[in-house]
């Protein structure tokens, strides 16, 4: 099976990654896509946020969450006191996987080899940022990072120790919108966020 490792280059900081990644064939989705959708923030954040994979619009500006959900988590991020200028964000895959309907582009949940396929992107921008925190939004980041058997609604809100940084595992602002009860759903995602906010006192 084919995947990024061989277009991700050694030891590399964030810009050369970001650059190296427009390039990436690791897997199918670059076709149809705009562009790769690459984590943005300071090398030296303490914080990593991961999603899912890049929506419609992301994918046409370019950068992660600055659509709907980018919106609401912006909103979360500032009632639980984190600067997101301070904070990478990125995603589990750096693709937008879409069907089209008419004009509409219906986003996809990524495959399990899609999203093993963009792993070393995402282990690079680890390694190049060593952050104290990852916040997984959602189950596709949380699985990525912590294996299939992770289930976000038991493991939500709690730090886990894995290899030198600690995770905590929240729900995806996109779920959040979706929510029948968006105002709990709001709720849930915040107090996880006041959370992860409270390992920097
Ligand atoms: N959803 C994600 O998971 N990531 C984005 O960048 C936007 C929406
Ligand atoms: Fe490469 Fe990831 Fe895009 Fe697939 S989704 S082409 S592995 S960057």
Known sequence: MPDAAAFVPSDANLDELHDA??????????????????G???EDAEIVLVGEQPGDQEDRQGH??????????????????????????TNAVKHFKF?????RRIHQQPGRTEIVACAPWFEAELAAVRPRLVVCLGSIAAKALLGQSFRVTVDRGRFLSVREFQVLA???????????????????????LKTARSMFP
């Open 40 to 42: 943005e923030g300071p």
């Open 99 to 103: 069907t089209e309907r008419g004009k």
């Open 21 to 38: 990644a427009r390039r990436c064939h690791g897997c199918e989705l670059y076709r149809p896509a705009t562009q790769t959708v690459f």
């Open 64 to 89: 992660p969450f600055v659509g709907p959900a980018g919106r609401l988590l912006d909103r979360a991020l500032d009632e639980a006191g984190i600067d997101r200028e301070r904070v990478y964000v």
């Open 170 to 192: 929240t729900v995806h602002p996109s779920a959040v919108l979706r929510a029948p009860d968006r105002d709990a759903a709001y709720a849930g995602f915040l107090a996880d």
